[in-house]
Structures are given as C-alpha cells and as structure tokens.
C-alpha cells in the first residue's frame, strides 16, 4: 500500500501541489510495541485489546480497528504531525490505482458504497436497539459504509470516532447483531454512528477502479508483488541478481494462513472457484516418485481439510499464481499445507474436458521441478 501511495503521489498530476502528502500506518500491536518495520514505512503504534477483551468479543479481532483509531486521535502525533485538513483511511489491501481527487468536505466525507450492506426492514430492530433515537425507521437513513475507504476531515473524524467504537462493541456483544450482520459488524458500527451523528457521506461506487482489471483480485495481487519487487531488502525476495523467482508472493499460500481457515472462507472458495468445486470430497491413490515406491491414498474434503500421504493433516485451496506456471497452472493447481510441508498439486483432466480432473501431480513448493508424487482420482 505505502509503495502504491508512494507511486500515485508522483504520477498526480497536480506535482508538488498534490494533496497526497503525509502517511501513517497506525497499528494496534500487543501494548504498542513496535513491529520492526517502522522504519520502511511511517507508522504509530496504539495497543490492541488483550485476550480477555477478545473473549467478550467472540475472537472478533477487527474490533481493534475503531479502538486503534480513538486512541491516536488522543495523541500529540495526531495533533503535531498530521498537518493536513483531510485524511484518507484505507486498509492495506485498499491499493490506489490513480491519484485520488478530494472531492470531500466539512460535514460531508467521501466514502465508497458497500451494495453487500443494504440496510433493509430486517435490519431496523437492531439499528432501532442501537441508536433508538432514530425510531423504527433509522435504518432508511444508515448508509451502505464502513470506515474505509474513507476520505474525512479530520474534525468529521474526531466527531465519530468514539461513536464508532462504542456502537461496534455493541453491536457485537448483541446475540442478534453479531448472527446477523456478522464479519462486517464493524463496518455496521461506523455507518450507524454516522447515521446517529447527522454525518452523511457522499457514496462513490468507483472510488479506486482498476484500469482494465476485469478480475479485482488479479490486479490486487499484480500490485502487491509489483510493491514486493520494489522494495529493496524485502524478506520474500531472491538475493538481488539472482534468476531464482519470488520465494513467496501473495498468491493462494496466504490462504492456508487465513483464507483456508476463515469460517467462511472455503465456503466462498467453492462458490468463486469451480476447480473447488470439482476437487471437493474425491478420493486418489497416490504413487510416490522416490524408490522405494509406496502407495498412499488421499481425500480432498469439500471443507477444505486433506486426509493422507502418510497420515498428515493439511488443508487444501486454489494456488493461482502466474508465476508458478508452467509447473503450477492458473486455475489448474493447488496447495496441499500442514505437518510442515507445503506441496503444490498441477491437476490433470480428461481430454477435451476441463471440468473432469483426473490426476494430481504434486510436487515441494520449494522446487516445482520435482515431482512427489502422482495421483489418480477414484
């Protein structure tokens, strides 16, 4: 995010009048300790609500968003090096494609619409519980936003941001709430509070449109490693000169970290990704590639776990990475993770048909020239 800033600054046409001047990464990290990166990238360290705080709200970890944001409203950082009026808040995945215009004022901010919200009568009796001075029909006035991407003046800011906090914990602490507006609860919190405090927000639906992206995640992912190939000394990086490819992108490994075990991420997975689809609850037979041959089955479950090759338990999800091809084809491969080994797996098909797999070429993440093992499907 901060190379892409960096990169869209000094493509603004407005040159050295460009409005796209500072930069802060604001983390919430244990007490607000440092992470070790602070001096790559402009940050400030808040604390993050501790384990007993979590447990109050079911693990729900993006809680610490509008904490982190109350907290360094109250510091001499905000009020002594945040120099400008306006600010814009974005998530590190919300990556600027473009320079980005202000078009926000005092008293109205610029923020893009979530279609996915769509405050609706099923919502009223919780929006009516949480800001009852809004009546039974407050939700006709809660907007389809959250927090981010957000460009704000700062007063606007340090308006809602307590509001936003507190209608967050609520909500998430509420049995009703928390089942029914589940993993953007947050976001929830800050159009609410919004609502509640008159501030209402001009609704942008291209806030950051990719050029010529007709796939959002391809051109995410194309940005991040653009940013990863970039930054001098980055961890994931070859030694500079060296042919060998990135030893680690974005691509489908984070899913094993999150995705993969998010409650609702192989769910999603199977409705985006046919090749999900057509790999969920089979069963191969696998024949290993060293001497002495062995023989090991292994199931694909529709849950994303994965039983076998010598009794490991791993889970399972689409790799997509460009640069693993050929060995490792877009839409036509794999991860297999877990009990310390990461293997990628190049799914064969029938001739002619590419909705009927038929095979599982798995070979070590580590080196996609050998194989380990080949598979065939029950």
């Known amino acids: 995010m901060y190379f892409h800033w960096k990169k869209q600054r000094a493509l603004d046409p ?50 610490n968003r509008p904490y982190s944001v109350v907290q360094f409203l109250q510091t001499a950082y905000w009020r002594e090096k945040v120099t400008e009026e306006y600010v814009y808040i974005a998530e590190t995945d919300h990556i600027l494609t473009q320079p980005l215009p202000n078009r926000a004022k005092p008293g109205s901010p610029m923020a893009y619409i979530f279609n996915y919200m769509g405050p609706n009568p099923a919502h009223a009796n919780i929006i009516k519980k949480m800001w009852p001075e809004g009546g039974s029909e407050g939700y006709k006035r809660v907007q389809s936003i959250g927090p981010s991407p957000v460009v704000v003046h700062k007063n606007d800011l340090e308006s809602i941001a307590r509001e936003w906090k507190d209608l967050s914990e609520k909500l998430k602490v509420n049995p009703e709430a928390d089942s029914k507006l589940g993993w953007v609860i947050e976001m929830w919190g800050y159009a609410i509070a919004a609502a509640k405090i008159g501030l209402r927000h001009q609704e942008f639906s291209d806030f950051q449109p ?69 790999l969920g609850a089979t069963d191969w037979i696998c024949t290993s590639a060293d001497a002495p041959r062995r023989t090991e089955s292994l199931q694909l ?49 029938a001739t002619g048909d590419k909705t009927t797999p038929i095979s599982l070429t798995i070979m070590s993440h580590k080196d996609l020239l050998k194989t380990m093992w080949t598979c065939t499907k029950q």
């Open 14 to 63: 407005a040159g050295v009048c460009t409005e796209l001047t500072g930069f802060t990464r604001l983390v919430a990290n244990g007490n607000g300790d440092p992470d070790g990166i602070e001096g790559e990238i402009p940050s400030y360290f808040v604390k993050e609500y501790d384990n007993n705080d979590l447990m109050r709200f079911h693990g729900y970890r993006v809680i």
């Open 210 to 278: 990719p050029e010529k992206a007709n796939a959002a995640a391809f051109y995410l992912i194309n940005a991040f490693n653009e940013a990863m190939g970039n930054i001098s000394g980055w961890r994931r990086q070859p030694p500079p000169g060296s042919a060998q490819r990135l030893i680690q992108s974005v691509y489908g490994r984070r899913r094993l970290e999150w995705f993969s075990r998010h409650q609702n991420g192989f769910a999603t997975e199977k409705q985006t990704m046919p090749l999900v689809g057509q």
């Open 301 to 349: 479950s529709d849950a994303g776990d994965v039983n076998g090759l010598g009794g490991t338990r791993s889970r399972w999800g689409t790799m997509n990475d460009p640069t693993l091809e050929p060995a490792c084809p877009v839409y036509a491969c794999i991860f297999i993770d877990g009990s310390g080994q990461q293997l990628d797996a190049k799914v064969g098909f």
